[in-house]
């Protein structure tokens, strides 16, 4: 069962900068399409960022474009989640997603498995 594990959220204040690591206890999780989504109190998930097996196509929300950039790291079973510029309106829980489909879509049903969330909150 493929395990995902995110780490690096925390408390930081607006304009600052947090990165999140995503790391997966399965050797077939370097050719997953990889995603990030966050969900606040009493609001749906909501599609952050994705990344392509290989690393080479990223697809961003219009709310994080230009402020936040998703990676892989070498040998592809991490995926990171740099976020600069930070907004409170960015504070949520962020959760990993893969998807052994490859289709990095944005759409949260289509991605099979999760992680359990790290919580971002950011302070006006």
């Known amino acids: 069962q493929v395990q995902l594990v995110e780490s690096g959220g925390g408390l930081v204040q607006a304009g600052g900068s947090l990165r999140l690591s995503c790391a997966a206890a399965?050797?077939?999780?370097?050719?997953?399409?990889m995603g990030w989504f966050r969900q606040s109190p009493g609001k749906d998930r909501e599609f952050v960022a994705a990344?392509?097996?290989?690393?080479?196509?990223?697809s961003y929300s219009d709310s994080v474009k230009g402020r936040f950039t998703i990676s892989r790291g070498d040998g592809k079973n991490t995926v990171y989640l740099q976020m600069n510029r930070l907004k409170p309106e960015d504070t949520a829980v962020y959760y990993c997603?893969?998807?052994?489909?490859?289709?990095?879509?944005?759409?949260?049903?289509?991605?099979?498995?999760w992680g359990q969330g790290t919580q971002v909150t950011v302070s006006s």
């Open positions: 997603a893969g998807d052994n489909r490859g289709s990095q879509t944005s759409k949260a049903y289509d991605y099979d498995y």
């Open positions: 399965v050797l077939t999780f370097s050719t997953y399409a």
């Open positions: 990344v392509s097996w290989s690393g080479d196509s990223t």
